[in-house]
Nanobody, 127 residues
Framework: VQLVESGGGLVQAGGSLRLSCTASGITFDDYGIGWFRQAPGKEREGVACISMSSFNTFYRDSVKGRFTIANEYGKNVVYLHMDSLKPEDTAVYYC?????????????????????WGQGTQVTVAS
């Protein structure tokens, strides 16, 4: 099982990026999928998550209204659309998967909830 993030890069403040999380070896149907980030010298923090059974989402306050987590129907991918990026959004972004075979009504952005992690993709926002 492998999670792979892509779509990171360098962008000017106010710009946009779309991160993708794909998986091999699993299908996302029975999972909660979360996006996390870790800036240099800081702890990893949850950014957003989506339940792939209920499609409920959750965001940390600092990204509400700017970031959108979404799946694509029929495809084993979850996106993180990031708009109005700020320098403080600079970090390595990780996707993670939380297996819930009995379904998941509300996802969490607590890192300890997730058992599978990708390698991360760097997002750098220049001021």
């Amino acid at each position: 099982v492998q999670l792979v993030e892509s779509g990171g890069g360098l962008v000017q403040a106010g710009g946009s990026l779309r991160l993708s999380c794909t998986a091999s070896g699993i299908t996302f149907d029975d999972y909660g999928i979360g996006w996390f980030r870790q800036a240099p010298g800081k702890e990893r923090e949850g950014v957003a998550c989506i339940s792939m059974s209920s499609f409920n989402t959750f965001y940390r306050d600092s990204v509400k209204g700017r970031f959108t987590i979404a799946n694509e129907y029929g495809k084993n991918v979850v996106y993180l659309h990031m708009d109005s990026l700020k320098p403080e959004d600079t970090a390595v972004y990780y996707c993670a998967a939380d297996h819930r075979p009995n379904g998941l009504e509300h996802c969490l952005i607590s890192a300890t909830t997730y058992e599978m992690w990708g390698q991360g993709t760097q997002v750098t926002v220049a001021s």
